[in-house]
């Protein structure tokens, strides 16, 4: 790391005393890629998606425990008959081979039920990592364009963090800042109201950029 700053640090100083005007010839862009990203209409249908989604899979689920409480309901009941002294033997004999019948059937539903909603999980974050790679590919597209219509030669996220959390840009005079250019071009046409908000589960936009 030190000589990597030792690196850059000679090659400023070459630059500033050769007299070669290098920043002149840099012309730096800047954009909030975390409002692009939420601002994008195709962000809004995602979330939408995945948001009905995760409702019917809930649903399904919530089917399926209620199946599962019914069951060690029918098994309680079972249970206590096979132990009812007032019905015969034989007859609490077959109520404890019922009851027998009716856990097994139990343990499988539970089984079934953690297996679909690990499933269930691993559908949804898959859903939202595709989405949400498709949708920053696009946005990277359009502020690639935009930026070299600019004749921009560098474009920063000015929404982006450290590894501790902290903006990474401390200073930004708003120059050149392409955000709501390129937010327009990507919503030009788009197919719903942008001024209504969308009860959704959010898609992850990592802190750190694409």
Request: proline share 3%.
């Amino acid at each position: 790391m030190r000589n990597f700053l030792r690196t850059i640090v000679a090659t400023v100083l070459l630059l500033a005393f050769s007299g070669i005007p290098a920043m002149a010839q840099t012309k730096i862009a800047t954009v909030d890629l975390r409002k692009l990203f939420d601002g994008y209409y195709k962000t809004k249908i995602a979330q939408a998606n995945i948001q009905e989604k995760a409702a019917q899979l809930d649903k399904d689920d919530k089917g399926m425990r209620d199946d599962l409480q019914k069951a060690s309901t029918e098994y309680q009941d079972l249970l206590a008959q096979a132990n009812d002294q007032a019905i015969s033997a034989d007859e609490r004999d077959r109520r404890k081979q019922a009851a027998t019948d009716k856990l097994k059937q139990i343990q499988d539903s539970k089984a079934t039920i953690d297996q679909y909603e690990r499933q269930a999980q691993a559908t949804l974050a898959d859903q939202r990592q595709r989405m949400r790679a498709d949708i920053l590919k696009e946005i990277d597209a359009a502020v690639t364009a935009k930026a070299k219509a600019a004749g921009c030669t560098l474009v920063i996220d000015t929404a982006a963090e450290t590894i501790n959390q902290t903006p990474t840009i401390i200073y930004n005079s708003g120059e050149n800042d392409l955000t709501d250019a390129v937010l327009a071009q990507l919503n030009a046409g788009a197919p719903i109201d942008l001024t209504k908000p969308v009860s959704t589960t959010p898609l992850m936009l990592g802190t750190n950029g694409p």
